[in-house]
């Protein structure tokens, strides 16, 4: 029978539809419940792409013996991370703090129905004790005891905890001149962690931590130690198991230190941040290689995770069922099973040539990789490594490449992985600024025109109506939208004004500025917190500073606000993104791996981009944008004379360039604008005085 998740809009959670436990959403009916029935609530949190998840999920919450005691002694919310961000940072950061480990996926939580402060926090649990870990049934019966006997003990610590967690939402490190810049900290953090061996930072498991790659680029064209530790990371990221080389695309993190073996899942945040990551780094060096990532990351996003009208997907599953299966008695679904190798497998899907090709290529002809029975493909050997001929190198690319097509075609026959069709606004909002930011580098119009068709689905989806929504789904949207979502439909906004002009972008663009001034800050800290003041009431309310594996909500709105507040000359825009990135100036001295991303914006509030604005009559004005679009350090306007967000500053030079009478170019670095120039050599002249 199923439960209350039948109908959810989550993918995940109707994944747990048909369980014997007596599932609910989060909502008023259960917290209730809860409380009238003086029943602990048993959080389990996760996603749909989660392997672990699905691992418990068929352990425990399958088992009618373990559902039957969940059912008796708790009330059973189930929670998808990607509908509710919120939640999940809160108990996230309550584990670390019950626990002194950080948490992960799936999250178990038991919570105190009076004022939902958890008392026992952990992740994955087995069915019964091992490796460590005690057993879930275990487990079960110990908090129900605590809760009914030890109920006063469990007070005081929920008092206790809720104290830590307030003092942790409202703690700023004032800045200390004598500790040193965040920036040089943060360098000299980074490259005491640098793997030089295999890249990255820190040990197995290894994640690619976009935010913190972001700012090594920032800094790579004139800082060689980040510029050495950017690219030491990218080129094997890209080259070993991280990397899906048949359909291009980045899986979630490796499991190992090389990189070399996943855990399946591909997100759609992980490729769509490291997209323009990869195109601009491909331009900075004019690496062909890199450029072929960002190229195959984008045909990834295009062909397998966009859906029909617009915008995309928010994941593909870790799990997948095995190809040679009985299709009466289906087997269960297996970790990358959609990716792995057997040779008979790989045999079977090339002619002799490509076979030997494709196994030195990609690892065959050595050891299996994978718990030694299958493969998981590696660039094993450099096009270098498998000809010493020069005239055989466009031969053998060509080669390479029919293996890749045949390759992909035979695994696209197998049982696919299942795929999150939820659309999450904030998600599509970094796909939308990294098909645009990799569309200028490489010239790719196609890419850009992908990102106008998303940002306009997301806006029409979850925000074009009385109230902006976070997450849809076959028509249906909802959970209020929270300050990632609005920073990075900002931003999106903004980028998009840059590949092209359409004066809806600007509109959008300011409303979503003065929507995050008036509902997620605190103006006497100068703190943007995650949630809106007229959000539900929650255990605590938390910031939105600190990166995790997207920028933070607060560096992306400091951004969005310095590109609109420079664009239309906003004084008031411009001095909020200062007062945020000053009030976080101590946290980022004690902390700064955590900030990365306001970190850049201080860069960028220091050095603003040089702003291009260019308009007038005829075509000359159009082949003037195509020049500089893709150039590094600059942005490239060319306003409607038709927007009205020149009727407050008329005598800009936004303004000026929509109206003028022959072609004309404005070069804007932070409030000063030079001399209007008439010609390609004038503009040119200009830049030349301010560009790198």
């Known amino acids: 029978m199923a439960n209350r998740l039948q109908n959810a809009l989550s993918p995940y959670l109707e994944q747990h539809a048909d369980n014997p436990v007596d599932w609910y959403p989060w909502g008023p009916e259960a917290l209730q419940l809860a409380r009238t029935s003086d029943r602990p609530i048993l959080l389990s949190i996760g996603y749909s792409a989660c392997h672990w998840c699905h691992v418990m999920a068929a ?69 019964e004790a091992g490796h460590g870990l005690i057993g879930f049934d275990q487990l079960l019966e110990r908090v129900h005891e605590a809760w009914l006997e030890q109920r006063d003990t469990l007070k005081a610590q929920n008092t206790q905890l809720q104290q830590a967690l307030t003092m942790v939402a409202a703690q700023h490190t004032q800045a ?74 980045f899986f979630r993190y490796s499991i190992d230190a090389a990189w070399e073996i996943p855990h399946f899942e591909k997100m759609l945040c992980d490729s769509a941040l490291l997209l323009p990551i990869y195109a601009e780094a491909a331009v900075l060096w004019n690496d062909r290689g890199l450029q072929r990532t960002a190229e195959q990351t984008a045909t990834f996003l295009l ?86 001929r020069a005239d055989e190198v466009d031969s053998l690319t060509d080669t390479l490449e029919q293996v890749r097509i045949e390759l992909l075609a035979c695994r696209r026959r197998r049982p696919k992985p299942a795929r999150d ?47 902006e929504h976070a997450v849809w789904r076959d028509g249906r949207s909802a959970h209020a939208a929270l300050l990632d979502d609005f920073a990075g439909l900002l931003l999106a906004s903004m980028e998009m004004l840059a590949c092209r002009w359409r004066s809806e972008w600007l509109e959008h663009a300011e ?50 606000m310095l590109r609109l507040g420079h664009l239309v000359g906003d004084a008031e825009l411009l001095q909020l993104a200062e007062r945020l990135v000053e009030a976080v100036a101590g946290d980022m001295q004690r902390t700064p791996g955590a900030y990365a991303s306001m970190l850049l914006e201080r860069t960028n509030l220091e050095r603003p981009t040089i702003q291009v604005l260019i308009g007038g009559p005829g075509t000359t004005p159009e082949r003037w944008a195509e020049r500089l679009r893709s150039r590094r350090g600059l ?41 209007p120039a008439f010609s390609m050599d004038d503009l040119e002249r200009r830049l030349a005085g301010l560009l790198p």
């Open 59 to 127: 352990e425990s919450f399958e088992d009618p013996a373990l559902a039957a005691r969940m059912n008796a002694w708790f009330v059973n919310i189930k929670v998808d991370r990607e509908e509710r961000p919120d939640l999940d940072r809160i108990y996230q950061l309550a584990h670390q703090l019950l626990t002194g480990r950080g948490g992960g996926w799936p999250l178990t939580v038991f919570l105190d129905p009076t004022d939902l402060a958890p008392f026992v926090a952990g992740t994955y649990f087995p069915p």
């Open 511 to 560: 409303f979503l500025a003065q929507s995050i001034r008036h509902r997620f800050l605190d103006p006497e800290s100068s703190t943007l917190y995650l949630t809106p003041m007229d959000h539900e009431r929650l255990l605590m309310r938390p910031t939105a500073n600190t990166d995790d594996a997207t920028p933070s909500g607060a560096a992306m709105a400091v951004r969005g």
């Open 176 to 249: 200390d001149p004598e500790v040193g810049d965040p920036a040089e900290l943060l360098i000299g953090q980074l490259s005491a962690r640098f793997d030089a061996r295999h890249g990255g930072f820190g040990d197995a498991p290894k994640f690619p931590q976009a935010p913190l790659l972001a700012w090594l680029l920032s800094l790579a064209g004139s800082d060689e130690q980040a510029a050495q530790m950017l690219t030491d990371t990218l080129q094997p990221m890209a080259r070993n198991g991280l990397f899906d080389h048949l359909a291009g695309g």
């Open 303 to 388: 062909d397998d995770m966009q859906l029909a009208g617009g915008g995309f997907a928010s994941s593909l599953d870790a799990d997948s069922r095995p190809d040679a299966i009985d299709p009466a008695e289906p087997e269960a679904a297996r970790e990358g099973a959609y990716y792995l190798w057997t040779r008979t497998e790989f045999g079977a899907c090339l002619d002799r040539r490509l076979k030997e090709t494709g196994e030195a290529r990609f690892g065959l002809d050595g050891p299996a990789n994978f718990e030694g029975r299958a493969w998981h493909l590696v660039i094993a050997r450099s096009i270098d490594e498998l000809t010493t």
């Open 635 to 675: 942005l490239c306007y060319q306003p409607d004379p038709e927007s009205a967000a020149f009727a407050d500053n008329p005598a800009g030079p936004l303004a000026t360039v929509a109206t003028a009478e022959r072609p004309t170019a404005i070069v804007c670095a932070g409030h000063r604008c030079l001399e």
């Open 421 to 467: 069709e939820k659309m999450v606004a904030s998600w599509n909002a970094h796909a939308v600024i990294g098909l645009a930011r990799a569309g200028r580098a490489l010239g790719r119009e196609d890419w850009i025109e992908s990102a106008a068709q998303t940002l306009d689905a997301t806006w029409q989806r979850l925000f074009d109506g009385p109230q």
